[in-house]
């Protein structure tokens, strides 16, 4: 059901990338008392990428779903971890920003396609929290992570 290469699956390995590489600047740069928010954001921000690459072996469209869904409450989870360190100064604004714009779209993508697999079925839709737009913004460009 779940393709590797379809853009949900390179967006998220992207995100758990940039998640990796940013827990590792902000240990090595910024507040170690923060260490167990650096370890909750580096397992939730993985774990969307491992959820949805597990939905490729889903053995049904139910199953296909739940794994999808597990990986929108892992990316929603993320986002409110990425706006604790934004509020405690951890991340600036701009690093915030652009982490929380790539978290926003991983969402939006995840309830659009938990929304499509559902289309056939009589389970009730994901309502959206906001639409976003690109993935790549251009201050990811000029991020250390």
């Given at each position: 059901?779940?393709?590797?290469?379809?853009?949900l699956?390179v967006k998220?390995?992207?995100?758990?990338v940039?998640v990796?590489?940013?827990?590792d600047?902000?240990?090595?740069?910024?507040?170690?008392?923060?260490?167990?928010v650096?370890?909750?954001?580096?397992?939730?921000?993985?774990?969307?990428?491992?959820?949805i690459?597990?939905?490729?072996?889903a053995q049904?469209?139910p199953?296909?779903?739940?794994?999808?869904?597990?990986?929108?409450?892992?990316?929603?989870e993320?986002?409110r971890?990425?706006?604790?360190?934004?509020?405690?100064?951890?991340?600036?604004?701009?690093?915030?920003?652009?982490?929380?714009?790539?978290?926003?779209?991983?969402?939006?993508?995840?309830?659009?396609s938990?929304?499509?697999s559902?289309?056939k079925?009589?389970?009730?839709y994901v309502?959206?929290?906001?639409?976003?737009?690109?993935?790549v913004?251009e201050?990811m460009?000029?991020?250390?992570f």
């Amino acid at each position: 059901m779940y393709n590797e290469d379809s853009l949900l699956g390179v967006k998220s390995r992207l995100f758990a990338v940039r998640v990796t590489k940013m827990v590792d600047y902000l240990q090595k740069n910024r507040s170690t008392t923060l260490k167990s928010v650096y370890n909750q954001v580096l397992r939730s921000g993985t774990s969307v990428m491992a959820n949805i690459a597990e939905s490729e072996f889903a053995q049904s469209r139910p199953d296909f779903i739940n794994k999808l869904k597990i990986a929108l409450k892992e990316a929603n989870e993320t986002k409110r971890w990425l706006y604790l360190l934004y509020q405690t100064e951890t991340l600036t604004q701009r690093e915030y920003n652009s982490m929380n714009s790539d978290c926003s779209e991983l969402i939006a993508m995840l309830i659009a396609s938990v929304n499509t697999s559902r289309k056939k079925g009589s389970e009730s839709y994901v309502q959206p929290e906001e639409s976003v737009d690109g993935f790549v913004s251009e201050d990811m460009i000029h991020l250390p992570f």
